[in-house]
């Protein structure tokens, strides 16, 4: 777990980092946007955005650690948080927390939904839409890898059973041989 959030917020510094460098680069065609004067105090749409993210990348390392009755909780105040005030960032960590198997909430077609809906938004911060597409990614491969898991464990279910047909087949054939052998030694003692 700590490995793929790491490659996580690796891969979201780059993505960011690469965002922000092909924005100093000014295109041929392309003329720039006005720049918006930010006070001292307001943070770029950027700076909030990447602030988001690595608070969403501490909160996510912070609920793979808590018990189900507290992720439980977690959910509900995400829940309340996300219809007072819908934002991405409330998105983005309800699809975490409902992304988390083993709970009584897990929902992967939600999860995957409220991801589709920031990705698609093309008015929404890149920063946000590629943290989202990551994660959206990262819970495709989740749900294949169970998939594929759920194929093998019914793979090795068939074999278990094969073999206790085969067990019982060959358990048979002893007993039937032992008869033989039995019956052969009586029928050569008689003879004598």
């Not at 912070?62 to 105040?77: D, P």
């Not at 206790?164 to 008869?179: C, F, M, V």
């Amino acid at each position: 777990m700590p490995r793929n959030f790491l490659l996580l917020f690796a891969i979201c510094l780059a993505t960011a980092g690469c965002v922000n460098l092909g924005r100093m680069v000014p295109q041929p065609e392309a003329t720039p946007a006005p720049v918006r004067p930010h006070s001292a105090t307001e943070p770029s749409p950027d700076e909030a955005a990447m602030r988001d993210v690595a608070w969403l990348l501490d909160y996510y390392q912070h609920i793979t650690r808590q018990s189900r009755a507290s992720l439980e909780n977690k959910f509900r105040q995400a829940r309340r948080e996300l219809d007072d005030r819908p934002s991405p960032r409330h998105q983005l960590r309800l699809a975490m927390l409902v992304a988390t198997p083993g709970t009584r909430y897990h929902n992967h077609a939600q999860a995957t939904s409220w991801l589709q809906d920031i990705i698609k938004d093309e008015q929404q911060n890149s920063t946000l839409r590629d943290f989202a597409l990551l994660l959206h990614d990262s819970l495709d491969r989740q749900q294949q890898d169970r998939a594929k898991l759920n194929t093998l464990n019914a793979r090795i279910k068939d074999l278990q059973s094969n073999n206790q047909t085969l067990q019982e087949q060959l358990d048979a054939l002893k007993a039937i041989e032992k008869s033989l052998f039995e019956r052969d030694k009586i029928e050569d003692t008689t003879k004598k």
